[in-house]
């Protein structure tokens, strides 16, 4: 099956998995850099505004969690808060995104417009 990349604007993990990201395992991950819980809320916040955005389009897609489906949210997820928090570019984002999930462009992309300023 052939996906265009304006289609495979993909919703990452279901709401399940996205509910699953917790302050826990991004300072699990050494190289998220969150400093401190309060960090996490406003990260926590602004992802959920995200996940209510688009949960109800039905033309979202998901990213296949393979192989270790939990260390890869935590890395998507870790990727994410990094970006989010500027500890990381949004060139630095996109180019690893997709380093790792080369089909998934319009997700990283997406994710990338909904930043705060």
Request: aromatic share 14%; hydrophobic share 35%; glycine share 6%.
């Amino acid at each position: 099956m052939k996906l265009t990349l304006g289609l495979s604007t993909l919703l990452v993990g279901s709401m399940l998995l996205f509910s699953g990201c917790s302050y826990s395992m991004l300072v699990a991950d050494n190289t998220s850099g969150i400093e401190d819980k309060t960090k996490y809320d406003g990260f926590d916040k602004w992802f959920t505004n995200v996940k209510h955005k688009i949960s109800g389009d039905k033309s979202y897609k998901k990213i296949d969690f393979r192989d270790d489906k939990d260390a890869n949210i935590q890395w998507f997820m870790t990727q994410l808060f990094k970006v989010w928090n500027k500890n990381t570019s949004n060139e630095t984002f996109l180019q690893e995104g997709l380093a790792k999930y080369p089909h998934n462009e319009e997700v990283f992309k997406y994710f990338l417009n909904e930043l705060p300023n």
